[in-house]
């Protein structure tokens, strides 16, 4: 059985960095493509942040483009998204997902495995 965890979030002041871990177990990494997702208010959809392929090519919202970085660890299943010059507007519950293919893209609804989430606060 697949899991996702997330860590890592926390209250942060505007202009500081946090970085979110995503742990994964039950599948085989390298035959994924992993994302990042956030939801800034309950009711809200969720927006896709970062997306990283099987071959490592990755995507970026344009929200988040030169402020975030996706990336995956060397030998463990670890997902990791580094968030520099963090602004209110980040404000979120910070969700990664996996699915089994080589290429994903910012459509939530077609991912197969999704974490719990974990809270980011940017205060101004």
């Known amino acids: 059985q697949v899991h996702l965890v997330e860590s890592g979030g926390g209250s942060v002041q505007a202009g500081g960095s946090l970085r979110l871990s995503c742990a994964g177990s039950g599948f085989i990494y390298t035959n994924y493509c992993f994302a990042w997702f956030r939801r800034q208010a309950p009711g809200n959809q969720r927006e896709g942040v970062a997306i990283i392929n099987s071959d490592g090519s990755v995507r970026y919202a344009d929200s988040v483009k030169g402020r975030f970085a996706i990336s995956k660890g060397n030998s463990d299943n670890i997902l990791y998204l580094q968030m520099n010059s963090l602004e209110p507007e980040d404000t979120a519950m910070y969700y990664c997902?996996?699915?089994?293919?080589?290429?994903?893209?910012?459509?939530?609804?077609?991912?197969?495995?999704w974490g719990q989430g974990t809270q980011v606060t940017v205060s101004s």
């Open positions: 997902a996996a699915h089994p293919s080589r290429t994903c893209g910012f459509n939530g609804p077609s991912y197969r495995h």
